[in-house]
């Protein structure tokens, strides 16, 4: 047994609690979630269930319907941020503003098992994140675990100016930064403007994580995945760094796009070969030969 699970005295010193909960403060330090901005889901793993399960409660929750159905996802648990929860509050009062869900054996309902006290619920973009997760799980052969949602400036100012297309936008992420094309070498999907909370955007969104480990939605912010909390925070980091960088790079241009130097078609393959990247190539120039 591992040393966190063999001394945890509470839900909140589980290793998995710590760092979920560390990503929302360090999100909302970050400047990425206002008011009531951004959420988070972690798929638990095996083992953590069996740690968390001492502290569940008595009696769980009633079943709630979903709309959406993802019956990959049956009898998986959730940690996940709740519904109108300000993200600088979960450290403080985390089984309040947070708690673990169970999914149903149709993969189209959830319980409360922990948490979400005072009558909480999981958060608003629960179709989504669950939707995605099982996506993402597909994708990644079940490695990746970790949803995150945020608000972050510059990829919602970039949305309000270039044309809303995944290669248009991941290709000036890619020229405005070295590092993006390492951090996010399949690109990022973008989703026009739509009305959140909903199955909707829900569908539109996992659509695209079967290529994308991020999804831009437009207006509005961002999704980031990874195997693990570094990963999607990392990931959502490095995105809104290269958006930041456009902006700032467009705003010193006199407005224009008409950069002086970017990274070339050339530098990107370049990178991609150094560091033996799974790159999207429909993203890239066709080199001629
Ligand atoms: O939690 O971010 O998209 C509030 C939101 C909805
Ligand atoms: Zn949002």
Redesign the pocket.
């Given at each position: 047994m591992r040393d966190d699970a063999n001394l945890a005295t509470c839900m909140e010193e589980l290793a998995f609690m710590r760092s979920f909960v560390r990503l929302c403060d360090d999100g909302y330090r970050q400047g990425w979630h206002e008011r009531?901005?951004?959420?988070l889901t972690y798929r638990m793993a095996t083992e953590d269930v069996a740690f968390a399960r001492p502290f569940f409660n008595e009696t769980p929750g009633e079943w709630k319907r979903m709309d959406v159905e993802a019956p990959s996802m049956a009898g998986e648990f959730f940690v996940s941020?709740s519904?109108?929860?300000y993200m600088r509050n979960i450290s403080s009062e985390t089984s309040r503003y947070a708690g673990i869900v169970e999914i149903n054996d149709e993969g189209n309902a959830y319980r409360v098992v922990w948490g979400f006290e005072d009558g909480g619920r999981p958060?608003?973009?629960l179709s989504s994140h669950v939707l995605n997760h099982a996506v993402r799980a597909a994708a990644t052969d079940g490695a990746c675990r970790v949803m995150y949602?945020a608000?972050p400036s510059s990829v919602i100012a970039m949305t309000m100016v270039v044309e809303l297309n995944s290669r248009t936008i991941t290709r000036l992420l890619w020229q405005a930064m070295t590092e993006s094309i390492i951090a996010f070498p399949m690109g990022v999907g973008v989703v026009p403007w739509m009305v959140?909370?909903g199955a909707d955007i829900a569908k539109a969104t996992s659509k695209l994580m079967r290529t994308y480990d991020a999804v831009i939605?437009a207006s509005?912010?961002l999704f980031a995945t990874g195997a693990d909390f570094d990963a999607a925070f990392g990931l959502m980091h490095a995105i809104e760094k290269a958006a930041g960088v456009y902006v700032r790079a467009r705003c010193m241009n006199g407005g224009s796009d008409n950069f002086r130097n970017t990274i070339t078609d050339e530098g990107l393959r370049a990178i991609a070969e150094e560091f033996n990247l799974p790159i999207n190539e429909a993203f890239l120039e066709e080199t001629l030969i």
């Open positions: 009531n901005g951004g959420n941020t519904a109108g929860s958060t608003s973009e949602h608000h959140p909370g939605w509005h912010g």
